[in-house]
């Protein structure tokens, strides 16, 4: 589509709501259900849930692929990190949920490039930091992201 910003967002949540109504045959996870239960698409943020401790599953990496295919090239970073970040926490409000779904997004992109797989992880690691500044600067729950943060990345590094 050619959406962009907050309606792209709300498209997303939307999307999501629905996708819930259909799901016979697949298993989504906690995060998942809890997550689409508390979107209110149509409303002003409504793409956005409360921080969630436990809101750690694979659930948003596993529909993020199709961002980083949208959004492949360099300059289009700041998109990725934007779009990935928020469709994550629309279920998985919390860093190691969510910085999955930008580190899935972000390898479809290095794929897409021809970027070798082995430069990926230290890609994402450049990242990282980036994505913070985005969290930061939205200015949601950035006290309990903040204490959450560093988990994702260190596992990385090690």
Excluded at 8 to 19: F, M
Excluded at 21 to 42: A, F, H, N, V, Y
Excluded at 51 to 65: E, I
Excluded at 93 to 103: F, V
Aim: with cysteine.
């Amino acid at each position: 589509t050619g959406l962009e910003g907050d309606a792209l967002l709300q498209e997303l949540a939307w999307r999501y709501v629905a996708a819930m109504e259909d799901m016979e045959g697949r298993k989504p996870g906690p995060s998942s259900i809890l997550g689409t239960s508390q979107l209110r698409p149509g409303e002003p943020h409504g793409y956005r849930i409360p921080f969630n401790p436990t809101g750690t599953g694979c659930g948003a990496a596993m529909r993020s692929l199709a961002i980083g295919l949208r959004y492949p090239r360099p300059e289009e970073l700041p998109t990725l990190i934007q779009v990935s970040i928020e469709s994550g926490r629309m279920t998985h409000h919390h860093p190691t949920g969510y910085l999955g779904a930008l580190a899935v997004a972000l390898f479809g992109a290095l794929g897409v490039r021809g970027e070798p797989p082995e430069v990926w992880g230290a890609e994402l690691l450049r990242v990282l930091p980036h994505a913070w500044d985005y969290v930061e600067g939205e200015g949601v729950n950035v006290g309990d992201n903040a204490a959450a943060w560093d988990f994702f990345g260190d596992s990385w590094r090690r």
